[in-house]
């Protein structure tokens, strides 16, 4: 069996479920986790304006009422000329996992969480991606940047979102549970590790 969380690290709701995520994760030391990129808004060209600003701290807030996780909206109000494409951060996963296939993914996709919504950085920056998922793998950031870049990189990040399509996610966070049996959805959206874990075990009993 093996654990499929699709998502992306600039999705709020996203953010909130790495605590819930890394609390079940504990739970299952020996589950397989596969992390899918889904490209929430990869590609996206329009400057986010002061609507979308408020937006997405209205959103922020329920997440931070849900997770108890922290946010720094000053940096987001700050952000000028801002332009909120998720390609980049979804592509610095894939990079490391390129880089570091045996690596902890959840860890690495939650630095890049908090690279964004805590520390307030501009994570559309390739060097910045870089930097942040050199510092967790204890690499090189040039080496790290030059993975980024790489088209191969970008094929499979494209890829991912492709496979987050054909598994019929709509919406981020989703964590489904492949088996013998095929692929059954755990939770389609945000939800607590109590009830992550309900699921799971009846998913796991009946599989």
């Known amino acids: 069996m093996k654990l499929l969380y699709v998502g992306d690290p600039m999705c709020s709701w996203c953010y909130g479920f790495g605590k819930e995520m890394t609390a079940l994760m504990a739970m299952h030391p020996g589950l397989e986790l596969e992390i899918i990129v889904g490209g929430v808004r990869a590609g996206a060209t329009d400057v986010l304006d002061q609507a979308g600003k408020d937006f997405r701290l209205g959103h922020w807030a329920r997440v931070e009422a849900q997770s108890g996780l922290p946010f720094n909206r000053a940096a987001l109000q700050a952000r ?16 490391a996992r390129k ?19 805590v520390d307030g950085l501009d994570t559309t920056d390739g060097r910045v991606l870089a930097t942040v998922v050199a510092n967790q793998l204890r690499l090189d950031v040039d080496t790290v940047l030059r993975v980024w870049r790489d088209a191969d990189t970008i094929a499979q990040t494209r890829a991912d979102f492709a496979r987050a399509r054909a598994l019929g996610v709509r919406s981020f ?20 590790v109590a009830q992550l874990q309900r699921q799971l075990q009846q998913v796991m009993a009946s599989s």
């Open 80 to 95: 000028e000329n801002f332009v909120y494409d998720t390609e980049p951060i979804c592509r610095a996963v894939v990079a």
């Open 99 to 117: 880089l570091a296939p045996q690596a902890d993914s959840l860890a690495v996709f939650r630095a890049l969480q908090h690279a964004f919504y």
């Open 173 to 192: 966070p989703a964590l489904l549970l492949e088996t013998d049996k095929g692929i059954v959805e755990i939770s389609g959206g945000y939800a607590h």
